[in-house]
């Protein structure tokens, strides 16, 4: 039972550039997420999903898109990189029950 | 709108020293409140989860309490050690969608 995945761990991009981060979970949990974490800033929601094929938008959408395929999958993409999206992302998934949430080790994403 | 704050924002004990680290929240109407550890440059880990029926939930040295009515919780570490040393951050449901998270307590305990 791996938990919740990320991949990659480290990326360096250019401004302009785009690329996707690809969150599992093999915990069957309807409910995942993506959060960026700042220093000062703390986590803040981006985009989340309550179930496979439905995406919302977070606190700071802004620049990112989404996509749920699959149950296990949550996808988040960058279309054109900015500096301003220099960052770590970390995606969480939550078991419907009980309602808590366990998070993947993150990706630290720098955009020169 | 949910806002969690946590104080204080660093905090610096010696070793076996019991410490609360606090948490409050604007939105009472919580089903529930969970707090994680991050070790740096690593990912979040949870801690104890507290649902609003409970007042109280104890994992070993650490124990959570949560007063809904006062829109408050906290985190007793008791008999600190030196792997204790991480930031503790509270985080509280919004809307029943995603957490909303306080900015953390840094520890450090020395020995």
């Known amino acids: 039972n791996a938990g919740v995945t990320q991949t990659p761990k480290f990326r360096v991009l250019k401004t302009g550039q785009s690329m996707t981060l690809l969150c599992a979970q093999d915990?069957?949990?309807?409910?995942m997420y993506w959060y960026r974490q700042d220093p000062g800033m703390g986590l803040r929601l981006i985009h989340y999903?309550?179930?496979?094929?439905?995406?919302a938008k977070g606190e700071v959408p802004d620049g990112y898109n989404v996509s749920r395929l699959k149950k296990q999958n949550f996808l988040l993409g960058l279309e054109s990189a900015a500096p301003s999206q220099t960052s770590v992302y970390f995606c969480a998934s939550r078991n419907g029950p009980i309602n808590e949430q366990f998070f993947g080790p993150g990706t630290r994403l720098t955009v020169l | 709108k949910q806002e969690v704050t946590q104080i204080p924002a660093a905090l610096s004990v010696p070793e076996g020293e019991n410490l609360v680290l606090n948490c409050s929240f604007t939105d009472s109407a919580i089903y529930n409140l969970q707090w994680f550890r991050q070790d740096p440059g690593k990912g979040l880990t949870s801690l104890l989860l507290?649902?609003?029926?409970?007042r109280e939930q104890t994992s070993g040295r650490l124990n959570a309490s949560l007063d809904k009515s006062s829109g408050r919780s906290t985190l007793y570490i008791a008999a600190s050690q030196p792997g204790d040393s991480a930031t503790y951050l509270c985080a509280a449901p919004q809307a029943g969608t995603a957490l909303i998270f306080g900015k953390g307590t840094t520890l450090s305990v020395s020995s």
């Open positions: 507290i649902q609003s029926s409970q």
């Open positions: 915990m069957n949990h309807e409910y």
């Open positions: 999903s309550v179930g496979e094929g439905t995406t």
